[in-house]
């Protein structure tokens, strides 16, 4: 069994503002939109304006829509028909400021919902304005955005849920009317970020002050799933690039030898492989999926080398390492050395030849990574042949093809290519079978089968994850465990990936070490999996999307901007006669007088470096 992955990260160099727009795929909810409780509203240019206010913000109602002088005016304030309190005095319900002119409640109730009129009598003059109030708890979501930027519009079906049809999206015109949203517009306004998942989340591209308003999401038969109201604020003015105070090489690790930096990558990595399945799962619900976290986690690390300030901290957070892990590079180095016997990994950077790299990244790069940095040649084609050529090289050509051109505008380029081989150290017959596998639809699909009558393996039922577990040995110090669930169908299938948390795999591999091998009819289908998954959309799922805009790699470049461009991940499995290279699930029955383990379902797989005790590969198998 063989499997490879390959992971490529295209970086580019912004030459104005416009440029570096386009680039914006995807915003940072963290910097760009800020989730907060806020006054919402919807005018009516009509008699009465009606607001819509969640409960605990702050209301100030204006009695005048305009400046005058109303210094002798007799001013009231009315709710549901009843006098509000004397001017500069509180009712214990609503405050009147500045004599009359405004009516402050803070903050917004339930009782406070209604309708109030402001009364002016000037002499022979009389002016009403009257407001009409809805409290509404029911709202999901406020968003502040900067005008100009990207925002996501979150929205999800329930995961007990079947999915069936994508959602619907509408924006609310004025109380009561809404217009539904055209989601395959030519021009890309907005954009179903996970079309026919769980997910419903709405790309709302290039915001504008008109964008501003309430977006209701429903299912087609009119379940309310997610409601999201945008505040649009105006875009400030542009901060000139500038890397002073950035430039300085990654701190030096005090204590390499110390006992407690290796577990703590272990467990970071751990976690990071965890969330990874979770994010790729609502992206692919129901497809084969394949992918080494310890890939993703190299070139990210490699990455990590020259990222400074809030993209430093965004990626530290996304590898769930803390901050102050300054020895995350020497123990990455070590990781790779001992996973060597095995699971060969390498990087690699290719880079513009105008460029002028920072020297110590570059020197940092060929300590911790092992990789010198390559200048690009000078056509598209060219620069092809030559990355690809590097992934064959490095994948024992199990990967010969990663990218079809490179752009013009690409100034660097990261690589990471991981190949793990393991055999099997129980060896399944040579004898040819065939058998068949039991998609999640119930069709059938006829496939050659590892088949053993008497093959030794550990295996167990994990009620935190609710599946049977197999462990199968391999050569390298690797186990390759097999999770099945109760049945073939998507609901029990999407039980076992809701429970897989960092925490439940480690109890799981920590059990299963107390469970004595034993005989029993072991039934594997033979797969090859060659999948790549978007590696773009998952890195805005990580929450780097300020990679896209404007990242700080100061200590890797500091003449200019760099954003990324584009990242590819791509991986290879293969169960085979001989043995594993990625990770692979099983599915297992029980029988009282001869146990027998088959795997002719959906099942999801895991190959585990016992040796470093970290996830090298996972995957989902529905249609082998």
């Not at 204590?255 to 272990?266: F, H, I």
């Not at 925490?503 to 797969?527: F, H, R, Y």
């Not at 200590?555 to 692979?584: I, M, N």
């Amino acid at each position: 069994m063989s499997v490879c992955l390959i992971e490529c990260w295209f970086i580019d160099r912004p030459t104005d503002l416009h440029q570096r727009k386009e680039f914006k795929a995807f915003k940072l909810m963290r910097r760009q939109a800020t989730l907060c409780l806020l006054l919402q509203l919807i005018f009516e240019l009509s008699s009465c304006i009606h607001l819509r206010v969640i409960p605990g913000a702050s209301l100030e109602l204006p009695c005048l829509s305009f400046q005058s002088d109303f210094a002798g005016a007799d001013i009231t304030w009315k709710f549901n028909g009843k006098d509000l309190s004397s001017s500069g005095q509180s009712s214990g319900f609503a405050t009147v400021k500045k004599n009359g002119l405004y009516l402050s409640i803070s903050p917004v109730a339930a009782a406070h919902e209604g309708g109030y009129e402001c009364l002016v009598k000037d002499n022979n003059i009389e002016m009403i304005r009257t407001y009409n109030i809805t409290v509404d708890a029911s709202i999901g979501y406020t968003i502040k955005v900067t005008e100009g930027f990207d925002v996501n519009l979150p929205c999800h079906f329930p995961s007990s849920s079947q999915f069936k049809a994508n959602a619907l999206w509408f924006k609310e015109t004025s109380v009561g009317e809404r217009t539904k949203l055209n989601l395959t517009d030519e021009n890309m306004k907005l954009e179903l970020l996970y079309p026919d998942s769980h997910d419903q989340t709405v790309l709302l591209r290039k915001t504008a002050m008109d964008d501003a308003g309430f977006y209701l999401c429903e299912s087609a038969a009119g379940e309310k799933l997610s409601s999201v109201y945008i505040i649009v604020e105006a875009a400030p003015t542009s901060v000139p690039h500038s890397c002073d105070g950035f430039t300085s090489a990654w701190e030096p690790c005090l204590d390499e030898n110390s006992r407690t930096g290796e577990p703590m990558l272990q467990e970071s990595l751990t976690e990071f492989s965890m969330r990874l399945y979770s994010f790729l799962r609502e992206l692919y619900p129901s497809t084969n999926l394949l992918f080494s976290p310890v890939s993703i986690s190299g070139v990210l690390s490699h990455l990590l080398l020259g990222a400074r300030d809030d993209t430093r901290r965004a990626i530290e957070w996304a590898l769930s390492v803390p901050h102050d892990f300054h020895c995350v590079h020497n123990q990455m180095k070590k990781l790779r050395e001992k996973l060597s016997s095995s699971l060969q990994m390498a990087s690699q950077i290719y880079y513009n030849p105008q460029m002028n790299l920072s020297e110590s990244f570059t020197h940092q790069s060929i300590k911790f990574y092992e990789a010198e940095p390559v200048k690009l040649l000078d056509t598209n084609e060219a620069n092809a042949q030559m990355i690809n050529s590097w992934v064959a090289n490095k994948t024992g050509n199990k990967i010969t093809h990663l990218v079809d051109s490179i752009s013009p505008s690409a100034q660097l380029i990261l690589l990471n290519a991981v190949s793990f081989s393991g055999q099997w150290k129980v060896k399944f017959d040579t004898k040819p079978k065939k058998g068949h596998f039991t998609k999640l639809d119930g069709d059938l699909v006829k496939v050659p089968l590892l088949h053993h009558q008497k093959y030794m393996v550990a295996m167990m039922y994990s009620a935190e994850l609710k599946a049977q577990v197999a462990k199968f040995g391999l050569t390298g110090d690797s186990s390759l465990y097999i999770l099945l669930p109760r049945s073939n169908k998507v609901t029990d299938l999407q039980q076992v990936e809701e429970k897989l948390t960092d925490t439940a795999v480690l109890q799981m591999i920590e059990q299963m070490k107390t469970a004595a091998p034993q005989q029993m009819e072991v039934t594997l289908p033979q797969i090859k999996l060659d999948v790549q998954p978007d590696m773009n959309l998952l890195i805005k799922k990580l929450g780097l999307s300020s990679l896209f805009e404007r990242p700080n790699l100061c200590g890797l470049y500091s003449e200019e901007e760099l954003v990324l461009d584009d990242a590819r991940h791509k991986a290879f499995l293969a169960l085979t006669e001989q043995g594993v290279e990625a990770g692979a699930v099983t599915a297992m029955s029980f029988s009282r007088s001869f146990p027998t383990f088959s795997a002719l379902r959906p099942f999801i797989l895991l190959l585990w470096s016992d040796q470093a005790n970290v996830p090298l590969f996972i995957g989902r198998v529905t249609d082998p």
